[in-house]
């Protein structure tokens, strides 16, 4: 099965089988953001790669597209999501470790669980059961294709300005690809859009004119698809909205200085800018690349 098999129509969203089975679309939008919230966390005490905490997300939107809420709960499913990513991404951690993480991470508490606990047992138990639910219900397509590769390949290859502005610009856009996995736009959008839409919204919070960093590169890439780059960076947007303000953050509200959730930090140095959000995405020094040149897919 192709990547392109698990892009739906907007109307699907509307027709998946959670609200089949009665939820509305604000509980599993809220569900399936809370899902992920699970995996991050996990995955950050287990010091999962960034990539690995990518690909379960979207193992766990793409179920989600194939089983309800109702009969599974997000907690079991982003439990065996982050197991099976662990192996397809080869940085696998010892099913012990991965065990305790999830247990302690459930329980809202700290709890303390060894191999011959009731605890223990239980979720081990139900996270080999649950992988092969997950398994099936992906149709054994464990193919996943990232944002992260286009963005790094497009500023590699066509940035003109001086390092650190480049630098600057990746890691908010990097920032911005780790909050849209709380989202379904890996479910609506293929991956170039979902990069592209990134990299426009970290230019306007940077102040930075793409048109002069990246040139001709730019306008081809943004005008043809120009209407899809911005209703995925405003479904990246809305998630920053404050409860009071269900309106949602529109492009042309947007001020220079303003942060994703996924904050970045530089080694040993402030924050630079400030956050209207905690989304709990991991912080990592450096943009992650994959070691086999992969990132390199640009013309």
Known sequence: MSNSQWIFPKE??????????GLTYQNEKESRSKGISFIVTVGMQLKLPQLTLATASIFFHRF??????KDYKFYDIGAACLYLASKTEE?????????????????????????????????????????????????????????YVFMLSLFDNHYRKDHERSRKLQHVAWAFINDSLRTTLCLLYPPKIIALAAIHIAAKYLDENLNEGLGDIWRELFEPDVQ????????????????????????????????????YQENGTPLYLNSPAKLATPMYSEPERQANGEHNVMP
């Open 228 to 263: 899809d780059i911005l209703d995925a960076a405003n479904e990246i947007l809305d998630q920053y909205t404050q409860v009071s303000q269900r309106g949602g953050r529109s492009m042309d509200k947007m001020m220079p200085g303003s942060k994703p959730g996924s904050e």
């Open 91 to 147: 940085s696998t951690r010892k099913f012990k470790d991965v065990i305790i993480a999830v247990a302690q991470k459930a329980a809202k508490r700290e709890i303390q669980i060894d191999e011959s606990s009731r605890e223990f047992r239980l979720w081990k138990d139900n996270i080999i059961f649950t992988e092969e639910l997950l398994l099936e219900a992906l149709c054994f397509d464990l193919s996943v294709e990232h944002p």
């Open 64 to 69: 989600y597209m194939r089983r309800s809420l």
């Open 12 to 21: 699907e969203m509307y027709r998946t089988p959670s609200l089949m089975a």
